[in-house]
T-cell receptor
Framework: DTGVSQNPRHKITKRGQNVTFRCDPISEHNRLYWYRQTLGQGPEFLTYFQNEAQLEKSRLLSDRFSAERPKGSFSTLEIQRTEQGDSAMYLC????????????FGSGTRLTVV | AQKVTQAQTEISVVEKEDVTLDCVYETRDTTYYLFWYKQPPSGELVFLIR??????QNEISGRYSWNFQKSTSSFNFTITASQVVDSAVYFCALISSGSARQLTFGSGTQLTVLP
């Protein structure tokens, strides 16, 4: 297992289009997280899953955002009707269900909305 | 609510100098974990250290050392004999028992090590 994998690495889209990102966590990790990082800032929590259940969502996650984790494996984050303010790095992380918060982050998907 | 403050936005040093990155945190919980991550230009967040609130022992790992002081709510990170490869953005982060496993990050410190 080579860690948390995110695809695509970069995405440029026109305002108003829909985009979808994928995250493949470390296989034995039950928990999966999405964070958003804008330029010059630290990552901000968006949502997290335990297995296939989405247990918490940040108020940053507007109605245009939806995340899924079918079968508790990979996860997708979809943004509908993208806006320029959605331009950011979207980071995925995973961790074991138990233990001392051992997060592993992926390399992120950088979204640019033009 | 919890908060992490990294007051130093950018630091520039010459190779082989020592450098300390400051981190101040706020939380009402008595059980919490503090982290440092490194983010090179590739974008991936690289885990450096985790410290729980009950363990105030300082830690040294090679050229890296961490100073945790609950009395001042600080968790500072020192790189000794810095190298060009240390150039990156460094983030301090916090999880507390009441935060449902949400990491709260500081805004990061851009460290540039000049040859």
């Amino acid at each position: 297992d080579t860690g948390v994998s995110q695809n695509p690495r970069h995405k440029i889209t026109k305002r108003g289009q829909n985009v979808t990102f994928r995250c493949d966590p470390i296989s034995e990790h039950n928990r999966l997280y999405w964070y958003r990082q804008t330029l010059g800032q630290g990552p901000e929590f968006l949502t997290y899953f335990q297995n296939e259940a989405q247990l918490e969502k940040s108020r940053l996650l507007s109605d245009r955002f939806s995340a899924e984790r079918p079968k508790g494996s990979f996860s997708t984050l979809e943004i509908q009707r993208t806006e320029q303010g959605d331009s950011a790095m979207y980071l995925c992380a995973s961790s074991p269900d138990r233990g001392n918060y051992g997060y592993t982050f992926g390399s992120g998907t950088r979204l640019t909305v033009v | 609510a919890q908060k992490v403050t990294q007051a130093q936005t950018e630091i520039s040093v010459v190779e082989k100098e020592d450098v300390t990155l400051d981190c101040v945190y706020e939380t009402r919980d008595t059980t919490y974990y503090l982290f440092w991550y490194k983010q090179p230009p590739s974008g991936e967040l690289v885990f450096l250290i985790r410290r729980n609130s009950f363990d105030e022992q300082n830690e040294i790992s090679g050229r890296y050392s961490w100073n945790f002081q609950k009395s001042t709510s600080s968790f500072n990170f020192t790189i000794t004999a810095s190298q060009v490869v240390d150039s990156a953005v460094y983030f301090c982060a916090l999880i507390s028992s009441g935060s449902a496993r949400q990491l709260t990050f500081g805004s990061g410190t851009q460290l540039t090590v000049l040859p």
